[in-house]
């Protein structure tokens, strides 16, 4: 009986200071500190013409600065009984200093066009950083996550994928195809010391030459095919 009595003791003893703890928080709550940071609009660009399925999607693009970073915000809108109505949003960071530089395109081959912006700038400038953001599938904003890698992007009709332009101390044209939410490379052309080479990523996933040529020209080239060598127009 004894022991009865200590375990109930025991048990009231713990509700007791539970709940002594919570009326204690509740009274005294610990003090919020928030650390408010300004909000600076630089950009805005807005279409409902042309990005994914025309006239039926709306996009808006934000470049907002804050006290340490700066944001791109977009918004992808669907027409809904004639009012706009937000369907999906991305938050991706970039740099304060460029221009957004908005090019909507069709970059995928699938009759709906897409958005490519720029992001950043590298090598003075040469190289201009673009983020590409595909109208997808099912219809919502696809962030192509290392788009940023490769700069100078361009849509490659002949060959149907992707190709980057990078100033690296000479001149190189990578050609790249869409894989999930990534850019893979699967061949380049470089052209520097008075010759032009050719890689390809070959079924082992190892590169391989396949051209090493003399380069006579001073021109500095862009290519729209590797194999064989041909020059943007």
């Known amino acids: 009986m004894k022991k009865i009595a200590f375990i109930l003791f025991l048990v009231f003893s713990i509700l007791s200071c539970k709940r002594k703890i919570t009326i ?81 395109n069709d970059f995928n081959n699938d009759n709906n066009n897409d958005l490519l912006f720029t992001s950043g700038t590298a090598a003075r400038g ?34 149907d994928c992707i190709d980057a332009l990078a100033f690296t101390g000479g001149l190189t044209t990578v050609f790249l195809k869409i894989q999930n939410d990534s850019l893979i490379q699967f061949a380049s052309v470089d052209q ?17 030459e396949i051209n090493n040529i003399i380069d006579k020209s001073k021109e500095m080239k862009r290519f729209i095919n590797y194999n064989p060598l041909e020059e943007r127009e």
Request: some cysteine; glycine content about 4%.
């Open 24 to 104: 204690t928080q509740e009274k005294n709550p610990a003090p919020i500190i928030e650390n408010l940071e300004i909000n600076d609009t630089i950009e805005v660009f807005v279409d409902s013409i042309n990005f994914g399925k025309k006239f039926e999607n709306k996009l808006e693009i934000y470049k907002v600065g804050e006290n340490l970073m700066t944001f791109t915000k977009i918004y992808l809108s669907d027409k809904i009984n004639g009012k706009w109505v937000i369907k999906d949003s991305l938050l991706i960071e970039c740099e304060r200093i460029n221009n957004l530089n908005v090019l909507i």
């Open 126 to 159: 040469a190289n201009n950083i673009q983020t590409l953001v595909l109208f997808s599938e099912n219809q919502k904003l696809k962030w192509i996550k290392n788009s940023d890698n490769f700069p100078n992007l361009m849509y490659n009709e002949k060959l």
């Open 192 to 208: 520097r010391d008075n010759r032009i080479s050719v890689e390809v990523l070959d079924n082992n996933g190892k590169w391989k």
